[in-house]
């Protein structure tokens, strides 16, 4: 299956959030991803939140593998969206 290419993404594109029904990876464009973010995973099943690493693809975007094959929601921020009430 192809990697998720569904996101929402804020118009100043400081906040961008996407969903993994089946823990498929997820591919951004570069331009999705700002580079004072901190991408991380949210659990849906459990509250849980975890660090989200990335790895370059091949047309210059970026790839993010959740934890495990179930569902997902990838959180990336600019740190300046980050709110101090945001867990």
Do not use: C, H
Not at 29 to 47: D, E, I, K, L
Request: charge should be negative; glycine fraction near 6%.
């Amino acid at each position: 299956m192809p990697p998720l290419r569904r996101y929402r993404q804020t118009d100043d594109r400081a906040w961008t959030i996407a969903y993994t029904p089946g823990g498929d990876p997820i591919a951004l464009s570069a331009q999705a991803v700002p580079a004072s973010a901190s991408p991380r995973w949210f659990n849906p099943r459990t509250g849980a939140w975890l660090a989200a690493d990335s790895k370059p693809t091949e047309g210059g975007g970026v790839e993010f593998q959740p934890p495990d094959a179930s569902d997902w929601v990838l959180d990336i921020r600019a740190s300046t969206a980050r709110s101090e009430t945001m867990p």
